[in-house]
T-cell receptor, first 114, second 113 residues
Framework: DAGVTQSPTHLIKTRGQHVTLRCSPISGHKSVSWYQQVLGQGPQFIFQYYEKEERGRGNFPDRFSARQFPNYSSELNVNALLLGDSALYLC?????????????FGAGSRLTVL | KQEVTQIPAALSVPEGENLVLNCSFTDSAIYNLQWFRQDPGKGLTSLLLIQSSQREQTSGRLNASLDKSSGRSTLYIAASQPGDSATYLCAVSYTGANSKLTFGKGITLSVRP
């Protein structure tokens, strides 16, 4: 059974560009959460989507946006990239929106902004 | 401000040693607490989840405890092995309404053969 899959695994962008990261949750999981992990730090919560609606948002600027599709996959979009956006972006899925569920994380998309 | 702290940042022990990793949180009104493992350049693997009403959880050689009143959790690893070398992260949920977790920076564990 496939786990949480993320694409691309690595990418390099330049300042000012736009990036789209993709996530496919575990089959049967309806919730997708996005986290940003800067080198040497713990992950920081960006968004949670459940049943295609935003259910939680972290302290990130409006340059960050996301959406969830009918098949529960999700995209994270970042506009006007800054050097500080360089990080590992992690996607996690769970069965429901509840905080009681264990999150299953993907391997992440490593973004480098030059 | 809700903060999660893990000290020390790194730890090196000889194989076979029993060890304790510490986690502290500033706001004791937690919903649950989870311990994760992260291998270099990889995603996170959930190890143990403790609900706020529980005091501990066990899985194999791992035991996690929770003391809400003091704002502390510990992860006990018995008979450590080189394969246990990884970064261990503690994460707190403050609500059941969504899956937002507040993470510590992690403790990088090295188990020497």
């Amino acid at each position: 059974d496939a786990g949480v899959t993320q694409s691309p695994t690595h990418l390099i962008k330049t300042r000012g560009q736009h990036v789209t990261l993709r996530c496919s949750p575990i089959s049967g999981h309806k919730s997708v959460s996005w986290y940003q992990q800067v080198l040497g730090q713990g992950p920081q919560f960006i968004f949670q989507y459940y049943e295609k609606e935003e259910r939680g948002r972290g302290n990130f600027p409006d340059r960050f946006s996301a959406r969830q599709f009918p098949n529960y996959s999700s995209e994270l979009n970042v506009n006007a990239l800054l050097l500080g956006d360089s990080a590992l972006y992690l996607c996690a899925s769970s069965f429901s929106r509840s905080g009681a569920n264990v999150l299953t994380f993907g391997a992440g998309s490593r973004l480098t902004v030059l | 401000k809700q903060e999660v702290t893990q000290i020390p940042a790194a730890l090196s022990v000889p194989e076979g040693e029993n060890l304790v990793l510490n986690c502290s949180f500033t706001d004791s009104a937690i919903y649950n607490l989870q311990w994760f493992r992260q291998d270099p350049g990889k995603g996170l693997t959930s190890l143990l989840l403790i609900q706020s009403s529980q005091r501990e959880q066990t899985s194999g050689r791992l035991n996690a405890s929770l003391d809400k009143s003091s704002g502390r959790s510990t992860l006990y690893i018995a008979a450590s092995q080189p394969g246990d070398s990884a970064t261990y992260l503690c994460a707190v949920s403050y609500t059941g309404a969504n899956s937002k977790l507040t993470f510590g920076k992690g403790i990088t564990l090295s188990v020497r053969p």
